[in-house]
């Protein structure tokens, strides 16, 4: 008697029930509950075992993993800005809830790729800064964040935005002065 051939539904259908695949499929979707707990209860009385298999792996592995891991981060910049402002915004306590992914996203674009302050357009090499700084109490949420130039943002660093605008006479006429009241009158 030969064996039935390899089912050719796309993996995750239910299949046709005859090959192999499909009847392990099958019983793991009817059994998926109890092979779960079977497989934590596993886990927890193994898990030094487990521990160490991990470690030694990436010990192996070490070099090929932080490769791919910079390789991602390359790929990724927005997910890594926003994964970083998460770390800080946690490691300082700040209050309040931080800004998800999406969001931070959506705060570096839209002033369209144009920083905040000065109005250069940096496109890419945008980053984020807090109005109130979190050094000062600022929160990680959205209406603490602004698309800001690097050379912007490293000079305001942990100061209140009104003190760093006071501070930088050429940038007198931008609109960022207006929002914040900071518009000296030219007299004409």
């Not at 005859?18 to 209860?41: E, P």
């Not at 570096?108 to 050094?135: E, F, K, M, N, Q």
């Not at 600022?138 to 003190?163: F, I, Q, W």
Request: charged share 30%.
């Amino acid at each position: 008697m030969s064996q039935p051939p390899s089912c050719k539904k796309p993996r995750g259908s239910v299949g046709c029930g005859t090959c192999r695949r499909c009847k392990l499929h099958l019983y793991y979707l009817k059994n998926k509950q109890r092979l779960l707990q079977k497989t934590n209860a596993y886990y927890k009385e193994n898990k030094g075992i487990f521990k160490k298999l991990n470690a030694d792996w990436y010990r192996r592995n070490k070099t090929s993993r932080i490769e791919k891991v910079k390789a991602w981060e390359a790929k990724n910049p927005d997910y890594v800005r926003a994964k970083n402002h998460r770390r800080r915004t946690y490691k300082l306590n700040s209050p309040g809830v931080p800004a998800t992914k999406n969001e931070i996203q959506e705060v570096l674009w839209s002033t369209g790729g144009r920083c905040w302050y000065c109005g250069a357009c940096v496109g890419d090499s945008i980053t984020i800064d807090h109005v109130v700084p979190l050094a000062r109490g600022g929160s990680g949420s959205r209406e603490n964040l602004v698309p800001a130039c690097k050379p912007c943002n490293s000079s305001k660093n942990a100061t209140l935005v009104t003190d760093w605008l006071l501070s930088k006479p050429e940038l007198e006429f931008n609109p960022c002065k207006k929002r914040y009241g900071l518009m000296t009158r030219v007299e004409g």
